[in-house]
């Protein structure tokens, strides 16, 4: 069930996937690494490295680097080939929590080791703002945490563990939201720990 008390377009589903469906999930995302092996993405302007590691699947894929910025891309940005299929338990999880007409058109994998953190930030990069962001944790748990459509907007946060869905859209398409820590050894379903972020995106319209 969704937690009561959210802002607008805002639903959080502890526990969604159980323990089977993770373990399910992190075996088809090794598969994608396996074809669209971990990069680290560079801030635009100061190339400045992120303290996460990512790659994608979909027929789009979100990269950044110094040269190019923030983008959707059809190729993984060092091997050039096109990015591998989205798994169909993403898929039916779209189907089930996003309530959009169409299929994603990109899944960013972020792997957060123990001190990665993620600023607040806004997901803008798409054309498509009718379709939500749906988003799955895996593996340790992280501390969420989601503001309003302005960066001076009051903030809460969640403490998001393996399992948990988190999904934004309608008014809170474009909340600020970041990671603010990872708690290292509250999961045993990596073998090491960490926590990985599978973010389901509609991009164009």
């Known amino acids: ?3 009561r008390g959210l ?4 639903r959080y589903f502890p526990g969604h996937f159980d323990r089977p469906a993770q373990e399910a999930l992190v075996a088809a995302i090794r598969q994608v690494v396996a074809e669209a092996p971990l990069f680290v993405p560079r801030m635009p302007r100061t190339g400045k490295p992120m303290s996460v590691r990512m790659t994608n699947c979909g ?3 979100w990269v950044t680097d110094k040269a190019g910025g923030y983008r959707y891309q ?5 091997t050039g080939r096109p990015w591998p299929a989205i798994p169909d338990a993403l898929l039916a999880l779209w189907n089930e929590a996003s309530g959009f007409e169409k299929p994603p058109e990109a899944c960013l994998v972020n792997f957060y080791d123990p001190d990665a953190r993620m600023g ?3 997901d803008r990069d798409e054309t498509e703002f009718a379709a939500p962001v749906v988003s799955v944790s895996l593996g340790d748990q992280c501390l969420f ?3 309003g459509v302005s960066r001076s907007d009051p903030t809460r946060s969640f403490r998001l563990a393996s399992g948990d869905v988190f999904v934004f859209g309608g008014e809170s398409r474009l909340i600020f939201h970041g990671v603010d820590r990872i708690y290292p050894g509250t999961s045993t379903l990596l073998k090491n720990a960490g926590r990985i972020n599978l973010t389901l995106r509609r991009v164009n319209p």
């Open 1 to 3: 069930m969704a937690e």
């Open 7 to 10: 802002a607008p377009g805002l």
């Open 59 to 61: 027929p789009l894929g």
């Open 74 to 78: 059809p190729a993984h940005p060092e």
């Open 120 to 122: 607040l930030h806004q």
């Open 145 to 147: 945490r989601v503001g």
